[in-house]
């Protein structure tokens, strides 16, 4: 018997991720973005036009803000000799200025002063999350999941999404958060006891992406209160959300 489960072991090999920040991703995947040289105005008026989430920033030069970036790679096709993505996954932060990326920038800073110190006192080595789908399509919350899979298994570093909030030490928002949502989530918020963070998952989550301006929309709870890391990504990657969470808790 367990001959043949000896067996089955090898032929499935190693299937979780041994070092989680040092993982590397396939080239394929589009992470952090990469400006080798500013376009010249006549293509950052056309790249202005192909960007479907308003993404391209001009104030104090040309930048790619990531928060509100689907990662479409139309810039990049526009511009090939100037703008790439990089497979750099490392690309949470919590400070919104910094995930505006512009040329030379080669990795995606985080405020090591802007934490909150009751954070790593708190919960450096247990924390749990309660995840709230604020209108999200599904994508985000799959990789969410998959950050708890026998892949990444955020587990080992004490993290882990509970089903109350009641139980949790932080909510995370994916999702523009829509109007039907607005009330779930300040009832969800409510619920969870102090102190407390507040994670952004997704390009929707952090800016509205594609659905910004739409009316079914209502993002005023996050005037309301402070965000303790974005994370970006469109979906974020699982390693894009566990390495956020390891900075912010100083791991
Ligand atoms: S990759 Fe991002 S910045 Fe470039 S066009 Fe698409 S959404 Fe806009």
Redesign the pocket.
Known sequence: MIIKELKILKQHGIQYVPDLKEAVLTPLF?GR?LIKEDPADPEIEK?IK???????VTEGGFG???G?????????L?CPDK?D?TNDYKISTNDKNNLIVRKGDTEIKFSETSVRPEIRKLFKNALKLRQVSAGGDNSCEFELNAAGNVNFDMGRYGIEFVASPRHADGIVITGPITENMSEALQICWDATPGPKIIILVG?DAISGGMFAKSPAVNRKFLEKYPVDLYVPG?PAHPLTFINGLLRLLGK
């Open positions: 589009r973005p790249i192909l960007c479907p989430s308003d993404a391209i790619i803000d990531i509100k970036c689907v990662f479409c790679k139309e810039c990049a526009s703008i993505f390009t469109n």
